[in-house]
């Protein structure tokens, strides 16, 4: 089969590894496909441009469908765009599964290698969008030994949390209620499942009284597999100078021009934080 990363999560690489890192421990064989020569189409499907759109998609559609009788989506937008908007059931032979319900199918296959408690009271940041995924996701770390899930009871609205960009005071509410629901529920871990959520409360980890992660990182841990989250670790920082500093073998490594590597920290790191940070503006 082949796991389809999408572009976005490649932000928080840790995620997409930890997905392969189970995969490789449960035996799957699997080829990674995704980033911007594999693109869904959104970005021209956003400004309007359809007909480009549905080039990108339908390109993707058949280098998917030619690698691999079945694909596994990580991103929601992936999934949606792909399934729903450019190819309708019964439009193409495109087989995509949600890799969060692959995973709670596989349950029985993955229950053994769960093999370390981990002694954590979770509380999960969910998004019904992609049907069965938040349950799945809620299947999944019920099975991990020692884990104490609570159900924080908050609001569950679309897919992802970037795509509620055009209500910004209603994202705000949503996240501070979520935030003060998880403080009030005495849990240690806030746990989410997407990427863009992951960047986007990663950060309150510094102000609140519990950490934040993404939900692979708990199946990890029960599993021996741990990756680090360098995104969350540098965002905490909140300074584009620390950060450029922290960075700065990688940036020499990968010949990356500094005033370009400032330009991106601000804009997709440290601006991309829709509820601001305690004595944050």
């Not at 007909?51 to 998917?64: E, H, N």
């Amino acid at each position: 089969m082949v796991f389809y990363t999408g572009c976005n999560v490649l932000k928080t690489p840790h995620i997409a590894l930890l997905a392969l890192d189970i995969m490789d421990a449960m035996g799957i064989r699997y080829r990674v496909m995704g980033g911007p020569s594999a693109c869904c189409g959104v970005l021209q499907f956003g400004p309007g441009d359809l007909a480009t759109s549905g080039r990108v998609a339908w390109r993707t559609i058949d280098r998917l469908t030619a690698a691999a009788p079945r694909a596994l989506s990580w991103c929601p937008t992936c999934q949606v765009q792909l399934t729903e908007i450019a190819a309708p059931a019964g439009q193409s032979s495109l087989d995509m599964t949600p890799f969060v319900r692959f995973l709670a199918e596989r349950l029985d296959t993955l229950r053994p290698l769960l093999t370390n408690r981990v002694e954590k009271r979770v509380g999960l940041h969910e998004h019904p969008g992609n049907r069965g995924v938040p349950e799945a996701a809620r299947s999944i770390l019920s099975a991990i030994p020692g884990l104490d899930f609570v159900d924080l009871q908050q609001p569950q609205v679309g897919y992802m949390c970037n795509k509620l960009a055009p209500l910004p005071g209603f994202k705000q509410d949503l996240h501070r209620n979520q935030l003060q629901a998880a403080a009030d529920a005495n849990v240690g871990t806030l746990a989410g499942i997407y990427h863009a959520c992951h960047r986007e409360l990663c950060s309150h980890e510094r102000d609140w009284p519990f950490e934040v992660v993404n939900f692979l990182e708990l199946v990890g841990e029960s599993m021996g597999l741990r990756r680090p989250d360098v995104f969350k670790r540098l965002k905490i920082m909140q300074d584009a100078d620390a950060i450029l500093r922290d960075s700065a073998g990688r940036i020499a490594l990968n010949g990356l021009n500094l005033d370009e590597a400032r330009d991106v920290i601000l804009r997709d790191m440290l601006q991309e934080q829709p509820l601001a940070l305690a004595g944050n503006s």
